[in-house]
């Protein structure tokens, strides 16, 4: 049995490395251009759930994420606005609250994200949830829902260099296109006098979010601690994003690779 049990593990290594140049044709390595390893699809975890403060870099690793492994991106706020249009049960309940200028509550939020969950591209492909759960409750009420995770990942950034970058936002309120005055200004001069700032990206304003969001982290991530992984976001997105995807490819290869002893036990 302990043969056959090698045997198996020596095939999905194998594996694994084999997909290297197909994966290489078919995105032509990451969206980034960064050399990040082999990523099976097979093999990497589908099932992800992507956390960090404001300005964190969330939605830039959400998109080589998504361009990688093909998962399904899930917001809340997107899922609320789809279920309302689509006029599902819990979209009806959620559109009352909102109408009413309410937030909507936590067992809402589950029933639209479950409902998502059950839909086909989720079951074939994957999924990635971005920002949520945000407090211990809503983490409690998506396990109590038997939705569950592959894969934490926490995208860590020191306070200070949060607010350097919310501060520095600005959008072209023509494109909407995104630049940052330190980071990455607009070279057009005509660009850079249309560009406008958010009421809410200034420092008093996420001092207060980084407030709020510090003060529920920490029982989230202690509900993921057998999933979670922790990564440097200060650095440069090419950097982060390879160590994501490894991450991802890392933690997915360890779970197949228990399955697989225990089933030949």
Request: glycine share 8%.
């Given at each position: 049995?302990k043969?056959a049990a090698?045997?198996?593990?020596?095939?999905?290594?194998?594996?694994t490395s084999?997909?290297?140049?197909?994966r290489q044709?078919?995105?032509?390595?990451?969206?980034?251009g960064?050399?990040?390893?082999?990523?099976?699809?097979?093999l990497?975890?589908?099932?992800?759930?992507?956390?960090?403060?404001?300005?964190?870099?969330k939605?830039?690793?959400?998109?080589?994420?998504?361009?990688?492994?093909?998962?399904?991106?899930?917001?809340?706020?997107?899922?609320?606005?789809?279920?309302?249009?689509?006029?599902?049960?819990?979209g009806?309940?959620?559109?009352?609250?909102?109408?009413?200028g309410k937030?909507?509550?936590?067992?809402?939020?589950?029933?639209?994200?479950?409902?998502?969950?059950?839909?086909s591209?989720?079951?074939?492909?994957?999924?990635?949830?971005?920002?949520?759960?945000?407090?211990q409750?809503q983490?409690?009420?998506?396990?109590?829902?038997?939705v569950s995770?592959?894969?934490?990942?926490?995208?860590?950034?020191p306070d200070?260099?949060l607010?350097?970058?919310?501060?520095g936002?600005?959008?072209?309120?023509?494109?909407?296109?995104?630049?940052?005055?330190?980071f990455?200004?607009?070279?057009?001069?005509?660009?850079?006098?249309?560009?406008?700032?958010?009421?809410?990206?200034?420092?008093?304003?996420?001092k207060?979010?980084?407030?709020?969001?510090?003060a529920?982290?920490?029982?989230?991530?202690?509900?993921?601690?057998?999933?979670?992984?922790?990564?440097?976001?200060?650095?440069?997105?090419t950097?982060?994003?390879s160590?994501?995807?490894?991450?991802?490819?890392?933690?997915?290869?360890?779970q197949r690779?228990?399955?697989?002893?225990?089933?030949?036990?």
């Amino acid at each position: 049995m302990k043969s056959a049990a090698a045997l198996l593990l020596l095939t999905l290594a194998q594996s694994t490395s084999a997909f290297t140049t197909v994966r290489q044709q078919r995105v032509g390595g990451s969206v980034w251009g960064i050399s990040s390893g082999p990523i099976d699809s097979s093999l990497s975890a589908k099932n992800i759930i992507i956390a960090g403060a404001p300005a964190s870099g969330k939605g830039t690793q959400c998109e080589v994420i998504i361009k990688n492994l093909g998962v399904v991106h899930l917001s809340t706020g997107d899922m609320l606005r789809a279920a309302v249009a689509a006029e599902t049960e819990v979209g009806k309940m959620a559109k009352d609250f909102m109408d009413s200028g309410k937030l909507v509550p936590d067992e809402i939020i589950i029933g639209i994200i479950k409902d998502r969950l059950r839909e086909s591209d989720c079951q074939e492909n994957g999924w990635l949830l971005d920002g949520f759960p945000r407090t211990q409750a809503q983490a409690k009420a998506l396990a109590d829902a038997g939705v569950s995770a592959d894969c934490f990942i926490f995208l860590d950034v020191p306070d200070e260099m949060l607010v350097e970058r919310v501060v520095g936002r600005r959008t072209d309120p023509i494109t909407g296109k995104i630049y940052h005055m330190t980071f990455s200004p607009p070279e057009d001069e005509e660009i850079l006098n249309r560009l406008e700032r958010r009421s809410d990206d200034t420092e008093e304003k996420v001092k207060v979010r980084l407030e709020q969001f510090h003060a529920n982290i920490d029982a989230v991530k202690d509900s993921y601690t057998d999933i979670m992984v922790s990564i440097d976001g200060s650095r440069a997105p090419t950097e982060v994003s390879s160590e994501v995807l490894k991450t991802i490819n890392r933690m997915r290869t360890h779970q197949r690779r228990k399955a697989l002893v225990g089933c030949l036990r």
